[in-house]
C-alpha cells in the first residue's frame, strides 16, 4: 500500500463515509431480530460483549457488534444489514422496559450497533440488552448524566488509558469494576497498532496467524478491536459502566501528528483507524461539518459540580516543529500559527471556559501538560509528542484559564505509561509564574507489562522539574477520583502485577486539591 500516494480528497471521502453510515444504521428497523436470517455455522454473536458511553443528561449510546467469528474477514456475518432488538429498563431484570426498538447492524460498519437514544430522564440509572434471532446479550448498566447547573453533591469516576493486549493482562479492569463508579473516561491507545506474536506476548495465549502483521486496512484494524475487547475483564468494566473516551497515537501510528507520522503521510492508514474506533467505540454519530474528517471532541456537565471537555490532541495538531519525539526545544515551535487542538477546536473550548461556571472544569487531555525537562541546565531536551512540543499553545490555554477565572481547573492525561501529579504554571519558561492548574496523568492498564521501564528512565529528571510533585513509572493501574463540593480527590489504584487477571488491586498513594486553590497536597 503507497499510503503517501493517498490525496487529501480521498481521505476526506473515506472518512465523511463513517457518519453517513452511521447515520444510516440508525434508521429504524420494522423486520424483528428474531426472524432475521441465521449466522452461516451459529456461533454466538455478542462475542465482544455490550458497552454504553458518552451520557448526557437526556441521553447516552449503547453498543454492541455481532461478531460470531473473530479473526475472520466480515467477523463471520453476512455481508448483508440485519435487524437487532434492544431494550431499556429501570431494573437490572429488565422488568420494567421504558424504552425497546430495533437497530440495522450494517456491513458497511462491521455490523456494529449504536443506538442513540434521547429523552431518557436526567441523573438515572438504566439497563440495557440486545438480542438478535434467539441470542441475547448479557445485561448492561448505564446512566445519564444530571442536568446542567443541578445542585450536585458528589461524583466518582475512573480514568484509565494504554492498555496493549499483549503486554499484560487486564487486571485492573477486573479491580475497577467492583468500583461504584458514574463513568469511566478513557484516554486513548485503546489498541495498539502493532502486530501480535502468535504466542500472545506476555499473555501466552496462542493467536491466529493473521494477527501477525500491522493492521494496515480496515478488515485488519476491526480484528486489532476484536483482540483487545475479547478481554473479559474489559468487557465487565463497559458492562458496568458508561465511558466517555478520546483517542491518542496508538489507535493509528505512533506519535503520529494529523496527516503525518515520521515515514509520512499516512492519510489512508488514519482513514481506516478511525472508521474501525467509531465502529467499536460507544459514541455518538461523529459530526462531520463541511466534509471534513469526524469530530471526536466533546463536553460534558455533570450537574453544577463538574464540567468536563475531552480533546482531540492528535487529528488537528500541527507537525511538531523542533522535531518527533526526544528532541531539543526551540524558537520556532512558539509561532502562533503552531496548534496542538487546531483553531476550530481551540475556539471551542476557549468558549466553553468563558461560559462554564462549574465549580470543578475539566480537561480531558490525551497527552500529559505539563513541561518535563530531560536534563536540566544542560539543554532543553523535551518530549515533543506532548504539550512540551508545542508551548505557545499551551500558553494560549493558560491565558484562558486566568483570564476567564476558570473555577478549579484540572487536566486528567494519559499517554505517558507512568504516572505523575503536577501543578500547571502559567508559564513554564517563568518558574516563578503562579501555579493556575493541577494535573494527573494515570498510569498505563497494561502496557509496558511488569516490566520497570520509565521508572529508571524518567525518574532521574524529576529533579529538574519542581512542579512535578510525584512520579512512579513503574506500576499499571488507573485513577479513581471522588468529588464533592469542598474537595476533589484522586486515589492512584494499582495492580501487584498484569502477569495473571486474578492480581489484586490496591489504593498505592492519594491526594487531594482544595476547592480555590490550584496544586495537589499528598494524603
Known amino acids: 500500500m503507497n499510503l503517501s500516494a493517498v490525496s487529501r480528497r480521498q481521505f476526506l471521502t473515506a472518512s465523511a463515509s463513517v457518519a453517513t453510515l452511521a447515520a444510516m444504521g440508525q434508521l ?104 438478535y434471532r434467539h441470542e441475547v446479550t448479557e445485561v448492561g448498566h448505564t446512566r445519564t448524566s444530571p442536568r446542567p447547573r443541578t445542585p450536585i453533591s458528589g461524583l466518582t469516576f475512573a480514568a484509565a488509558s494504554c492498555q496493549k493486549w499483549d503486554d499484560g493482562y487486564y487486571s485492573a479492569y477486573r479491580a475497577m469494576a467492583e468500583e461504584d463508579l458514574d463513568f469511566v473516561l478513557h484516554l486513548g491507545d485503546y489498541v495498539y497498532e502493532y ?107 455533570w450537574g453544577d459540580l463538574m464540567e468536563i471537555n475531552v480533546i482531540d490532541g492528535r487529528q488537528y495538531r500541527d507537525i511538531p516543529p523542533c522535531g518527533w519525539g526526544e528532541a531539543q526545544a526551540c524558537q520556532a515551535a512558539y509561532d502562533p500559527s503552531i496548534s496542538m487542538l487546531g483553531r476550530r477546536q481551540e475556539r471551542w473550548l476557549y468558549d466553553g471556559l468563558k461560559r462554564s461556571d462549574a465549580r470543578w472544569t475539566v480537561l480531558g487531555s490525551n497527552v500529559m501538560m505539563a513541561r518535563l525537562d530531560h536534563d536540566g541546565d544542560l539543554g532543553d531536551l523535551i518530549w515533543n509528542d506532548a504539550w512540551d512540543g508545542f508551548p505557545e499553545a499551551r500558553n494560549r490555554l493558560s491565558r484562558q484559564i486566568v483570564r476567564n477565572r476558570v473555577r478549579n481547573p484540572m487536566v486528567l492525561s494519559g499517554d505517558w505509561h507512568s504516572t505523575f501529579v503536577n501543578d500547571i504554571k502559567a508559564d513554564f519558561d517563568r518558574p516563578d509564574s503562579p501555579v493556575i492548574a493541577t494535573e494527573f496523568v494515570g498510569t498505563s492498564i497494561s502496557t509496558n507489562g511488569d516490566t520497570p521501564v520509565y521508572g529508571p528512565y524518567y525518574g532521574p529528571m524529576i529533579q529538574f522539574n519542581p512542579h512535578i510533585k510525584f512520579f512512579d513509572g513503574d506500576r499499571r493501574g488507573y485513577q479513581r477520583y471522588t468529588i464533592d463540593r469542598e474537595q476533589w480527590r484522586t486515589d492512584l489504584r494499582m495492580v501487584r502485577s498484569v502477569a495473571t487477571p486474578e492480581a489484586a488491586g490496591y489504593t498505592f498513594a492519594s491526594f487531594v486539591v482544595r476547592d480555590g486553590t490550584p496544586g495537589a497536597v499528598r494524603v
Open 195 to 301: 502486530g501480535i506474536s502468535s504466542d500472545g506476548g506476555h499473555r501466552q495465549t496462542p493467536v491466529p496467524a493473521v494477527l501477525g502483521p500491522s493492521p494496515v486496512d480496515l478488515p485488519r484494524w476491526r480484528m486489532q478491536y476484536e483482540l483487545h475487547k475479547s478481554d473479559p475483564d474489559l468487557q465487565r468494566a463497559h458492562q458496568r459502566f458508561p465511558f466517555v473516551v478520546t483517542w491518542d497515537d496508538h489507535e493509528v501510528s505512533n506519535d503520529y501528528a494529523n496527516r503525518f507520522n515520521f515515514y509520512g503521510d499516512i492519510s489512508q492508514l488514519r482513514a481506516a483507524a478511525y472508521q474501525a474506533w467509531y465502529e467499536h467505540s460507544p459514541v455518538w454519530a461523529p459530526a462531520n461539518p463541511s466534509g471534513a474528517p469526524p469530530r471526536i471532541y466533546s463536553r460534558m456537565s
Open 28 to 131: 429504524p428497523s420494522y423486520e424483528s431480530a428474531v426472524a432475521a436470517p441465521a449466522i452461516p455455522g451459529g456461533g454466538y454473536p455478542f462475542r465482544l460483549g455490550v458497552a454504553s458511553g458518552s451520557p448526557r443528561s437526556n441521553g447516552v449510546v449503547l453498543w454492541t457488534r455481532l461478531v460470531p467469528e473473530p479473526f475472520v474477514k466480515g467477523g463471520g456475518m453476512p455481508h448483508r444489514r440485519v435487524p437487532v432488538d434492544w431494550r431499556l429498563a429501570t431494573d437490572p431484570g429488565m422488568h420494567h422496559v421504558v424504552r425497546h426498538g430495533h437497530a440495522w447492524a450494517l456491513p458497511e460498519l462491521a455490523h456494529s450497533v449504536h443506538v442513540q437514544l434521547h429523552g431518557l430522564r436526567p441523573g438515572r440509572e438504566y439497563y440495557y440488552q440486545f438480542r
